[in-house]
Protein backbone atom coordinates (compact mmCIF):
# COMPACT_ATOMS: atom_id res chain seq x y z
CA UNK A 1 0.00 0.00 0.00
CA UNK A 2 1.35 3.37 -1.18
CA UNK A 3 1.92 6.10 1.37
CA UNK A 4 -0.07 9.08 1.95
CA UNK A 5 1.27 12.28 2.82
CA UNK A 6 -0.85 11.98 6.19
CA UNK A 7 0.90 8.49 7.30
CA UNK A 8 4.23 10.14 6.49
CA UNK A 9 3.60 12.45 8.64
CA UNK A 10 2.85 10.06 11.22
CA UNK A 11 5.28 8.12 10.32
CA UNK A 12 7.93 11.05 11.18
CA UNK A 13 6.31 11.72 14.40
CA UNK A 14 6.70 8.51 15.59
CA UNK A 15 9.98 7.82 15.00
CA UNK A 16 11.19 11.60 16.27
CA UNK A 17 8.70 10.94 20.18
CA UNK A 18 10.86 7.22 19.83
CA UNK A 19 14.19 8.63 19.53
CA UNK A 20 13.12 11.15 22.36
CA UNK A 21 11.71 9.14 24.41
CA UNK A 22 15.18 6.44 24.26
CA UNK A 23 16.99 9.60 24.98
CA UNK A 24 15.24 10.61 28.00
CA UNK A 25 15.22 7.57 29.71
CA UNK A 26 18.85 7.61 29.02
CA UNK A 27 19.29 10.88 30.48
CA UNK A 28 17.95 9.99 33.69
CA UNK A 29 19.82 6.89 34.08
CA UNK A 30 22.96 9.26 33.25
CA UNK A 31 25.04 10.34 36.00
CA UNK A 32 26.84 13.40 34.57
CA UNK A 33 23.64 15.84 35.32
CA UNK A 34 26.85 18.11 36.94
CA UNK A 35 30.68 17.44 36.90
CA UNK A 36 33.45 19.19 39.16
CA UNK A 37 36.71 20.04 38.56
CA UNK A 38 39.37 19.99 41.53
CA UNK A 39 42.15 22.36 40.72
CA UNK A 40 44.01 21.06 43.59
CA UNK A 41 43.72 17.69 42.29
CA UNK A 42 42.83 17.65 38.35
CA UNK A 43 43.52 13.71 37.83
CA UNK A 44 40.36 13.77 39.95
CA UNK A 45 36.41 14.66 38.55
CA UNK A 46 33.27 14.26 40.21
CA UNK A 47 29.65 13.84 38.65
CA UNK A 48 26.54 14.33 39.89
CA UNK A 49 23.14 12.39 38.98
CA UNK A 50 19.59 12.18 39.78
CA UNK A 51 20.52 9.09 41.48
CA UNK A 52 23.88 8.82 42.41
CA UNK A 53 27.12 10.61 43.00
CA UNK A 54 30.41 9.58 41.53
CA UNK A 55 34.49 10.02 41.51
CA UNK A 56 36.69 9.37 39.03
CA UNK A 57 40.38 8.69 39.37
CA UNK A 58 43.10 7.59 36.82
CA UNK A 59 44.22 5.11 39.64
CA UNK A 60 41.48 3.88 41.05
CA UNK A 61 38.51 4.51 38.33
CA UNK A 62 34.70 5.34 38.95
CA UNK A 63 33.24 4.81 42.75
CA UNK A 64 30.00 5.76 42.56
CA UNK A 65 27.43 6.02 45.52
CA UNK A 66 23.20 5.90 45.48
CA UNK A 67 21.89 8.74 47.43
CA UNK A 68 20.62 7.31 50.52
CA UNK A 69 17.36 9.52 51.34
CA UNK A 70 14.97 11.15 48.80
CA UNK A 71 14.26 14.09 51.45
CA UNK A 72 17.75 14.93 52.06
CA UNK A 73 18.39 16.04 48.75
CA UNK A 74 17.96 19.84 47.01
CA UNK A 75 14.49 20.53 46.07
CA UNK A 76 15.71 20.38 42.15
CA UNK A 77 16.77 17.09 42.20
CA UNK A 78 13.45 15.36 43.88
CA UNK A 79 11.59 17.16 41.37
CA UNK A 80 13.62 16.67 38.81
CA UNK A 81 13.25 12.68 39.61
CA UNK A 82 9.39 13.29 39.78
CA UNK A 83 9.19 14.72 36.12
CA UNK A 84 11.60 12.55 34.21
CA UNK A 85 9.49 9.24 35.58
CA UNK A 86 6.07 11.09 34.83
CA UNK A 87 8.18 12.22 31.04
CA UNK A 88 9.02 8.15 30.59
CA UNK A 89 5.33 7.15 31.31
CA UNK A 90 3.52 10.00 28.94
CA UNK A 91 5.90 9.52 26.31
CA UNK A 92 5.45 6.05 26.61
CA UNK A 93 1.59 5.96 26.33
CA UNK A 94 1.66 8.47 23.30
CA UNK A 95 3.52 5.77 21.76
CA UNK A 96 1.25 3.56 21.93
CA UNK A 97 -1.69 5.18 21.21
CA UNK A 98 0.02 7.18 18.15
CA UNK A 99 1.28 3.66 17.02
CA UNK A 100 -2.47 2.44 17.05
CA UNK A 101 -3.85 5.37 15.82
CA UNK A 102 -1.16 5.34 12.74
CA UNK A 103 -2.23 4.96 9.30
CA UNK A 104 0.69 1.55 9.41
CA UNK A 105 -1.60 -0.01 11.79
CA UNK A 106 -4.63 -1.51 10.45
CA UNK A 107 -7.52 -3.31 12.16
CA UNK A 108 -10.52 -3.94 11.03
CA UNK A 109 -12.63 -2.96 14.31
CA UNK A 110 -10.93 0.40 13.92
CA UNK A 111 -12.81 3.52 12.72
CA UNK A 112 -10.89 6.54 11.01
CA UNK A 113 -12.80 8.61 12.98
CA UNK A 114 -11.30 7.04 16.35
CA UNK A 115 -7.65 6.55 14.77
CA UNK A 116 -7.65 10.34 14.15
CA UNK A 117 -8.71 10.97 17.67
CA UNK A 118 -5.56 8.36 19.06
CA UNK A 119 -3.23 10.07 17.01
CA UNK A 120 -4.30 13.78 18.16
CA UNK A 121 -4.35 12.17 21.91
CA UNK A 122 -0.55 10.57 21.50
CA UNK A 123 0.70 13.41 20.33
CA UNK A 124 -0.71 15.50 23.02
CA UNK A 125 1.29 12.98 25.37
CA UNK A 126 4.30 13.54 22.96
CA UNK A 127 4.50 17.39 23.87
CA UNK A 128 3.45 16.83 27.47
CA UNK A 129 6.28 14.32 27.93
CA UNK A 130 8.51 17.18 26.26
CA UNK A 131 7.41 19.84 28.81
CA UNK A 132 7.96 17.66 31.48
CA UNK A 133 11.87 16.59 30.17
CA UNK A 134 12.76 20.62 29.33
CA UNK A 135 11.31 21.22 32.62
CA UNK A 136 13.43 19.48 35.13
CA UNK A 137 16.90 19.76 32.72
CA UNK A 138 16.58 23.49 32.81
CA UNK A 139 15.97 23.93 36.43
CA UNK A 140 18.86 21.96 36.50
CA UNK A 141 20.71 24.23 34.29
CA UNK A 142 19.62 27.58 36.10
CA UNK A 143 20.57 25.94 39.80
CA UNK A 144 23.83 25.28 38.33
CA UNK A 145 24.40 28.82 36.92
CA UNK A 146 23.20 30.58 40.01
CA UNK A 147 25.52 28.12 42.35
CA UNK A 148 28.43 29.41 39.60
CA UNK A 149 27.96 32.74 40.21
CA UNK A 150 27.20 32.62 43.56
CA UNK A 151 29.15 35.53 44.87
CA UNK A 152 28.91 34.80 48.82
CA UNK A 153 31.47 31.67 48.17
CA UNK A 154 34.87 32.54 48.07
CA UNK A 155 36.28 31.65 45.41
CA UNK A 156 38.57 28.93 46.29
CA UNK A 157 35.05 26.64 46.51
CA UNK A 158 34.64 24.54 43.37
CA UNK A 159 31.84 25.16 41.66
CA UNK A 160 29.76 22.45 39.51
CA UNK A 161 29.04 22.85 36.24
CA UNK A 162 27.20 21.43 33.32
CA UNK A 163 27.34 17.85 32.66
CA UNK A 164 26.81 15.55 28.79
CA UNK A 165 23.56 14.30 30.45
CA UNK A 166 21.87 18.20 30.58
CA UNK A 167 22.64 18.45 26.71
CA UNK A 168 21.06 14.82 26.00
CA UNK A 169 18.02 15.77 27.96
CA UNK A 170 17.81 19.20 26.13
CA UNK A 171 18.06 17.30 22.87
CA UNK A 172 15.09 14.28 24.05
CA UNK A 173 13.23 17.27 25.02
CA UNK A 174 12.97 18.84 21.29
CA UNK A 175 12.74 15.56 20.17
CA UNK A 176 9.64 15.03 22.14
CA UNK A 177 8.17 18.24 21.45
CA UNK A 178 8.78 17.65 17.63
CA UNK A 179 7.33 14.12 17.23
CA UNK A 180 4.31 15.56 19.21
CA UNK A 181 3.87 18.49 16.26
CA UNK A 182 4.00 15.84 13.61
CA UNK A 183 1.38 13.53 14.96
CA UNK A 184 -1.01 16.51 15.81
CA UNK A 185 -0.88 17.64 12.38
CA UNK A 186 -1.17 15.12 11.17
CA UNK A 187 -4.65 14.31 12.79
CA UNK A 188 -5.58 17.72 11.57
CA UNK A 189 -5.03 16.98 8.22
CA UNK A 190 -7.50 16.16 5.71
CA UNK A 191 -9.42 12.28 5.02
CA UNK A 192 -9.18 12.93 1.28
CA UNK A 193 -5.90 11.18 0.73
CA UNK A 194 -6.76 8.39 3.58
CA UNK A 195 -6.95 5.35 2.00
CA UNK A 196 -9.54 3.29 3.96
CA UNK A 197 -10.27 -0.38 4.21
CA UNK A 198 -13.68 0.64 3.80
CA UNK A 199 -13.21 1.84 0.30
CA UNK A 200 -13.57 -0.82 -2.47
CA UNK A 201 -12.51 0.02 -5.78
CA UNK A 202 -15.50 0.21 -8.24
CA UNK A 203 -13.65 -1.82 -10.76
CA UNK A 204 -13.05 -4.88 -8.00
CA UNK A 205 -14.78 -8.02 -7.85
CA UNK A 206 -17.80 -7.92 -5.13
CA UNK A 207 -15.99 -11.06 -3.24
CA UNK A 208 -13.76 -8.38 -2.58
CA UNK A 209 -16.58 -6.13 -1.01
CA UNK A 210 -16.39 -6.09 3.04
CA UNK A 211 -19.09 -7.99 5.19
CA UNK A 212 -20.30 -5.56 7.49
CA UNK A 213 -21.26 -3.56 3.82
CA UNK A 214 -23.64 -6.70 2.80
CA UNK A 215 -27.53 -5.84 3.92
CA UNK A 216 -28.49 -9.21 2.80
CA UNK A 217 -30.21 -7.62 -0.31
CA UNK A 218 -30.72 -10.43 -2.92
CA UNK A 219 -31.06 -9.52 -6.76
CA UNK A 220 -32.09 -11.56 -10.05
CA UNK A 221 -30.10 -10.81 -12.85
CA UNK A 222 -32.18 -11.14 -16.15
CA UNK A 223 -31.65 -13.90 -18.43
CA UNK A 224 -29.79 -13.35 -21.84
CA UNK A 225 -31.87 -14.23 -24.58
CA UNK A 226 -29.47 -15.31 -26.79
CA UNK A 227 -28.13 -18.15 -24.52
CA UNK A 228 -28.30 -21.34 -26.59
CA UNK A 229 -28.96 -24.60 -24.38
Known amino acids: MAWSFRGRVQLGGLLLSLLGWVCSCVT ?9 NLDLNEMEIWIMGLW ?21 LPQ ?11 SHGLGLLGLLLSGCGSECFQFHRIR ?3 KKQLCLLGGTLEASASATTLL ?17 LPDIVPRWEFGDALYLGWAAGIFLGLGGL ?16 WRTDPTAS ?17 RPTNLAI
Open 28 to 36: TVLPQWKTL
Open 52 to 72: EACVSQEEVGTVCKSFESFLS
Open 76 to 86: ELQVSRILMVV
Open 112 to 114: WIL
Open 136 to 152: PVSWMAYATIRDLWDTT
Open 182 to 197: LLICSACLGTEDMPSP
Open 206 to 222: PSCTPMEEFDGTFYLAS
